[in-house]
């Protein structure tokens, strides 16, 4: 069967299993705190994407609209009769029952 290891996060040294502590950290001359990961949060951006020229405020809404949707107005889509119908019947509903609770 082979012995299991596992590797010391402070120095990189390969130890067995059971083994408690390791002998290269735990020697006093030698203790090396490990480095921290960087973490890395939300607001913060690499640097690759440091001068990238992007618009200013200059940048004109109503053009990009149209350059990317055309000229046509936007199509209203009609409510279907049915919808309409669900509607009345739910505020007769609820204008029932409140007149019942009060």
């Known amino acids: 069967m082979a012995e299991e290891k596992w590797i ?3 120095c990189g040294a390969e130890l067995r299993v059971g083994v408690k502590g390791c002998p290269t950290c735990s ?3 030698r203790r090396r ?5 960087k973490v890395r949060r939300s607001w913060e951006q690499e640097a690759a994407h440091d001068g ?7 940048f004109d809404y109503d053009d990009f609209v149209k350059r990317e949707f055309g000229k046509a107005p936007h199509r209203r889509v009609p409510i279907r009769w049915y919808w309409w119908l669900t509607a009345v019947v739910l505020l007769v509903l609820m204008a029932w029952a409140g007149g019942r609770l009060f």
């Open 8 to 10: 010391c996060p402070g």
């Open 27 to 29: 020697k006093p001359s």
């Open 33 to 37: 705190k490990p480095k921290a990961a």
């Open 52 to 58: 990238l020229d992007l618009p200013d405020d200059d």
